[in-house]
């Protein structure tokens, strides 16, 4: 699969687990970001990075860790969550530049805390 | 901070028919409006953007007009498909990246 790709697509975790999702892109981009949707929400910005420095994090709870070990990879480490945190994860990239600035979507993990 | 109202929640057109969907921002510093669909199951994607220099911009079957005056911005379907049917999202921003998003409006087309 070219683009964005996620894994896992699906996860089921206990509150007291400890879980990575993943996020890759193969578009040459700089800009990689992490989202959170939820039923009946809107789509929730968590952190941004730019050229692998974090640039936003947007009141994220601590138990949500970030990890950007270069500009193709992105980590969201995770450990002792609520059901509350049960939502699909949205990794997304873009190329910062003057012209365009759309971002580009994973298809998402679908995470379920019990 | 910005927050995007966005409205109808729902709404059902018959193939052929216009929809619109309506966002209002707070902050009047945002300067990037995009708009993404997302079809069931799949990943939003973007479908026409629009920035505060700009009053409207159209690309085939869609339009997307910005009042900066008003603080408010909508989307326009034309000749309606069903394969329109998804979930459209609008978003607000100020420095492009942090993208503020609406609730969502479910589009439904019928044949």
């Known amino acids: 699969e070219t683009g964005v790709t996620q894994t896992p697509r699906h996860l089921v975790m206990g509150m007291t687990n400890k879980k990575s999702l993943k996020c890759e892109q193969h578009l040459g981009h700089n800009a990689m970001y992490w989202y959170k949707q939820s039923a009946k929400k809107p789509l929730e910005l968590m952190f941004v990075y730019n050229f692998k420095e974090q640039t936003e994090n947007n009141s994220v709870p601590s138990r949500f860790s970030p990890e950007c070990p270069n500009s193709s990879h992105l980590f969201l480490h995770l450990h002792t969550l609520q059901p509350e945190d049960s939502a699909l994860y949205l990794c997304a990239s873009s190329l910062r530049t003057g012209s365009s600035y759309e971002q580009y979507f994973g298809p998402g993990t679908r995470l379920t805390v019990t | ?111």
């Open chain 2, 1 to 111: 901070g910005e927050n995007v109202e966005q409205h109808p929640s729902t709404l059902s057109v018959q193939e052929g028919d216009s929809a619109v969907i309506k966002c209002t921002y707070s902050d009047s510093a945002s300067n990037y409006f995009p708009w993404y669909k997302q079809e069931l199951g799949k990943r939003p994607q973007l479908i026409i953007d629009i920035r505060s220099n700009v009053g409207e911009k159209k690309d085939q079957r869609i339009a997307v007009t910005l009042n900066k005056t008003a603080k408010h911005f909508s989307l326009h379907i034309t000749e309606t498909q069903p394969e329109d049917s998804a979930v459209y999202f609008c978003a607000a921003s100020v420095n492009t990246d942090k993208l503020i998003f609406g609730t969502g409006t479910r589009l439904q087309v019928f044949p």
